[in-house]
């Protein structure tokens, strides 16, 4: 599998809020609208403020994402890609 390291603005997340958890359901990376299979793994970076989110998913492309996003912005990152 190839990393390659993105870090950009997603046009747009869907997530499912529940039970004080996040999942992101589907996004849009530029033309692309991509919906998650999987998330694989979760973790907070408590060493910004504000606090970042980052989640690994798979897409049902196969292709695994790292996504983040920061309380408060409302901002949505795509981080990197694993093809």
Do not use: C, Q
């Not at 996040?22 to 907070?44: G, M, Q």
């Amino acid at each position: 599998m190839a990393e390659a390291e993105i870090h950009e603005k997603l046009a747009r997340v869907v997530v499912r809020y529940e039970g004080g958890r996040i999942d992101p359901l589907e996004l849009r990376w530029k033309t692309r609208d991509l919906a998650v299979r999987a998330v694989n793994a979760r973790w907070i970076d408590r060493a910004t403020r504000p606090w970042r989110y980052f989640f690994s998913v798979s897409t049902t492309t196969g292709d695994v994402l790292i996504l983040s996003w920061r309380e408060g912005e409302g901002l949505w990152y795509l981080e990197s890609v694993k093809t």
